[in-house]
């Protein structure tokens, strides 16, 4: 019979680099079936957020911006990293939705949590469901953001997703999330 898996053990750790939202280190790590491996490399990432927001009147909010490590634009939806002082990821996650969009929500709940790359990363995106949600405040972007807001109908979204015309992973998995808790995706 066949040994379980056990988890790898960190032997030792280094640090790279380090800044506020990510940091890289390389470790040497103990297999769980034996042996060692040099360097492994991990990037520690923030907890993210990712808001499938949906208006008052029914349409889903997206957010176009240009991406420079693939040299496209992409189109997202609102969300982004918790900051050092915030404890609860739901109030990144209305942070986040109120600064880049202007808009608040009625109702919100987590629906998911996905790992962006387990293999290298060592943090996770919380998808968060918003209903009911209205333009409140003025958009209020980070020093670096650009972005413009685009409001698709269900039908829009499910087509895009159909072409391939979505091209973040992670935003894929939200968008597929939040059309099922919409009922409008069923598994």
């Known amino acids: 019979m066949k040994e379980p898996l056990k988890p790898w053990k960190q032997l030792s750790t280094e640090y790279l ?10 470790d040497r790590v103990l297999k769980g079936g034996g042996g060692e491996m040099y360097p492994y490399y991990v990037l520690e990432y923030s907890t993210w957020a990712s808001i499938f927001s949906v208006t008052s009147s029914g349409k889903i909010i997206m957010m176009k911006q240009y991406r420079y490590g693939l040299g496209e634009f992409s189109l997202e939806l609102p969300g982004g990293i918790m900051d050092p002082h915030e404890t609860e990821v739901l109030v990144a996650a209305k942070r986040e939705l109120r600064e880049e969009t202007g808009y608040t929500c009625g109702e919100i709940r987590e629906i998911a949590k996905v790992a962006p790359n387990p293999a290298t990363s060592n943090n996770y995106m919380h998808v968060f469901f918003a209903t009911g949600c209205e333009q409140t405040h003025v958009q209020d972007f980070d020093p670096h953001e650009e972005l413009e807001l685009i409001f698709m109908e269900v039908a829009e979204v499910k087509a895009l997703l159909r072409e391939n015309k979505i091209i973040q992973s992670l935003h894929v998995s939200a968008l597929f999330y939040g059309l099922m808790a919409m009922g409008e995706l069923k598994i």
């Open 17 to 26: 680099h380090r800044e506020n939202w990510f940091s890289l280190r390389r």
